[in-house]
């Protein structure tokens, strides 16, 4: 059993290539899986959300990626000779213009934005590599922490499950009976009232049995009983149970509301 509620991180580093990543989720009716990483690696983010799906079912899941590739392999030096022409030919016509020295050192050029360009050429299967194995470490951690809430909330629900079934079984000593403590209470009432011992039986029957159908609470313990044992398996499961136990949790509140309205 897991939470949905958790956080997980891992670093990974090979060659000078540095990766991070933070995942953390909280509670959502499905899964909703948000990636936020660095443009230069952007083509790996259906890849790092198919991983996701794999091994997580629900929640809304942020993913926090960081890349610094602080190696020299993999990397080219473009000039973007067009640009750089366009820089050259307007210095120019500003230096003739104001009739100024147009010698234009090379070197200059080439700190105006984008005339040098750095080209990352490293392969695709060798990032999604590192990637894949820095978010397996990630994901294992993650996955650890929400196990470790999940048990602690498992515990918790069997300690309830436990006290709402001594309840019930309270609840069940109460109604034995009630129907034969009713005949005498009614019974008393009417000789009291008519000042007579003779009482119309016929009558007093169908009054008895009228009550007896508003009073009974059998069906709706024999459910309850059901609901609580269905309930303790669930907590067993290795699958996703949590819509499950929504709906048992509502049913359970129903049969609960039910005995109360036949309390009197």
Same mark, same amino acid.
Request: glycine share 4%; with cysteine; net charge negative.
């Given at each position: 059993?897991?939470?949905?509620?958790?956080?997980?991180?891992?670093?990974?580093?090979?060659?000078?290539?540095?990766?991070?990543?933070?995942?953390?989720?909280?509670?959502?009716?499905?899964?909703?899986?948000?990636?936020?990483?660095?443009?230069?690696?952007?083509?790996?983010?259906?890849?790092?959300?198919?991983?996701?799906?794999?091994?997580?079912?629900?929640?809304? #899941?942020?993913? %926090?990626? !960081?890349?610094?590739? &602080?190696?020299?392999?993999? +990397?080219?030096?473009?000039?973007? *000779? @067009?640009?750089?022409?366009?820089?050259?030919?307007?210095?120019?016509?500003?230096?003739?213009?104001?009739?100024?020295?147009?010698?234009?050192?090379?070197?200059?050029?080439?700190?105006?934005?984008?005339?040098?360009?750095?080209?990352?050429?490293?392969?695709?299967?060798?990032?999604?590599?590192?990637?894949?194995?820095?978010?397996?470490?990630?994901?294992?951690?993650?996955?650890?922490?929400?196990?470790?809430?999940?048990?602690?909330?498992?515990?918790?629900?069997?300690?309830?499950?436990?006290?709402?079934?001594?309840?019930?079984?309270? #609840?069940?000593? %109460?109604? !034995?009976?009630?129907? &034969?403590?009713?005949?005498? +209470?009614?019974?008393?009432?009417? *000789? @009291?009232?008519?000042?007579?011992?003779?009482?119309?039986?016929?009558?007093?029957?169908?009054?008895?049995?009228?009550?007896?159908?508003?009073?009974?609470?059998?069906?709706?313990?024999?459910?309850?009983?059901?609901?609580?044992?269905?309930?303790?398996?669930?907590?067993?499961?290795?699958?996703?149970?949590?819509?499950?136990?929504?709906?048992?949790?509502?049913?359970?509140?129903?049969?609960?509301?039910?005995?109360?309205?036949?309390?009197?």
């Amino acid at each position: 059993m897991k939470s949905m509620t958790g956080f997980g991180r891992a670093n990974f580093e090979q060659d000078g290539r540095m990766y991070n990543i933070e995942i953390k989720s909280v509670n959502h009716r499905y899964l909703d899986i948000s990636v936020k990483m660095p443009r230069s690696i952007s083509y790996l983010e259906e890849k790092v959300k198919k991983e996701i799906m794999t091994n997580i079912s629900r929640g809304k #899941i942020d993913v %926090f990626i !960081t890349f610094d590739n &602080n190696s020299a392999k993999g +990397k080219d030096i473009k000039i973007n *000779k @067009e640009l750089a022409e366009i820089y050259i030919r307007e210095l120019k016509q500003l230096a003739k213009e104001n009739e100024i020295n147009a010698d234009i050192p090379v070197t200059e050029i080439s700190k105006f934005p984008d005339v040098l360009v750095i080209q990352n050429i490293e392969e695709e299967d060798t990032i999604w590599k590192e990637l894949e194995e820095c978010l397996h470490k990630a994901l294992t951690n993650f996955i650890r922490m929400r196990e470790e809430e999940g048990n602690k909330i498992k515990e918790d629900l069997q300690v309830r499950l436990q006290d709402i079934g001594k309840k019930v079984l309270q #609840i069940s000593g %109460f109604s !034995t009976g009630l129907v &034969n403590d009713y005949v005498v +209470k009614l019974e008393a009432r009417i *000789k @009291e009232i008519l000042k007579t011992d003779v009482v119309d039986k016929e009558r007093l029957n169908q009054e008895i049995v009228i009550y007896a159908d508003k009073c009974s609470i059998e069906e709706e313990l024999t459910r309850l009983h059901s609901h609580i044992t269905q309930f303790q398996n669930m907590l067993e499961e290795t699958v996703p149970i949590g819509k499950k136990i929504d709906f048992l949790i509502q049913e359970m509140n129903r049969e609960t509301n039910t005995i109360g309205s036949k309390s009197r």
